[in-house]
């Protein structure tokens, strides 16, 4: 039943996709982990949901909900410390399959001294080198020309890192992502750029702000290669990203993979999400939605409704940690506006 689902799958409005191929093969372990990874990251962003609503988190939040597979796809070929990834705003997902202490980051959130960055960074701005992490950003697109530098770095020490690159399809559009594809190419940099394609730019749909909307396509002019994935399916992304991996760490240079996926809830909490019509949420979430897809693998790989359930049991007893601590951690000194502002060398 899930194969069959990912062999005929449309966009959010409705539209034909292009046919995806079948479910790339897993074992049942590599399974429960995907489902492991991916329900902590959709539990924790309720919870972060929860916690804005009730005015513990401040300032901009936007939450991950309906995305996880493409993180955790792309997680799984990262050399976690050695490479380097780098994204927008909506980074909570990336923090966690990246492997940061759920703790710490619902900590930064509620601008705890116990947050990763010292409560100084918030929902946005967050940063963790031992995992590799170089941070969300707030300005749109900006992280690209950041993730080529890193890309750059890892080449210019010949360290054999490569630099996973996130940004929408909203930054897409970006003078500066094109700048950043031209040196990349011209350098041949180990830089893998993942555009994540949740079908609406803030509150626009693709369609109505883009010329062309396929964007794995945007750095032929430069002679980049890419191609269009399911978003939904994380073995898709993950098999995906393990090629041009492969292809990145040989020296071949920049691929663009357009991931194809879709947000549940809107470009942040702030956003009543009028755009769209609640009916089109609701079938993307009953026939696409990328947990229920891969329980449906795991049914097909035998898994039994009690390692499913202790699954469920364990991840909400870490969100609930990660609340308890939040929510004990101390505000930090003002001391602390004057630390961390320069790096001795």
Known sequence: MAKAAAQKST????????????????????LLEYYRQMVLIRRFEERAGQLYGMGLIGGFCHLYIGQEAVAVGVQASVKQGHDKIITG???HGHMLAAGMDPNEVMAELTGRIGGSS??????????????????????VGAQVALGTGLAFAGKYRGDDSVSFVYF??????????????NMAQ???????YIIENNQYA?????ERSSSTTDLSQRGASFGIPGEQIDGMDVLAVRDAVKRA????????????????????RGHSMSDPAKYRSKEEVDEVKKTRDPIELIKGLLADAKATEDEIKAIDAEIK????????????????DPSELYTDVYVEA
């Open 186 to 192: 011209l350098w041949k940099l180990p830089a893998i």
């Open 202 to 206: 803030m509150g626009t749909s693709i």
């Open 89 to 91: 705003y909506r980074d």
């Open 245 to 264: 991996v492969e292809r990145a760490r040989s020296g071949e240079g920049p691929y663009i993979l357009e991931v194809k996926t879709y947000r549940y």
């Open 11 to 30: 966009t959010a409005r409705g539209k034909p996709q292009a046919k995806i191929p079948n479910t790339p093969q897993a074992t049942k372990d590599e």
């Open 168 to 181: 929408g399809d909203g930054a897409a559009n970006q003078g500066q992502v094109y700048e950043s594809f």
């Open 317 to 332: 007893a870490i969100v609930a940690e990660a609340v308890r601590f939040a929510q004990e951690s101390p505000e930090p």
């Open 118 to 139: 010292k409560g100084k960074g918030g929902s946005m701005h967050m940063f963790d080198v031992p995992t590799g992490f170089y941070g969300g950003h707030g300005i």
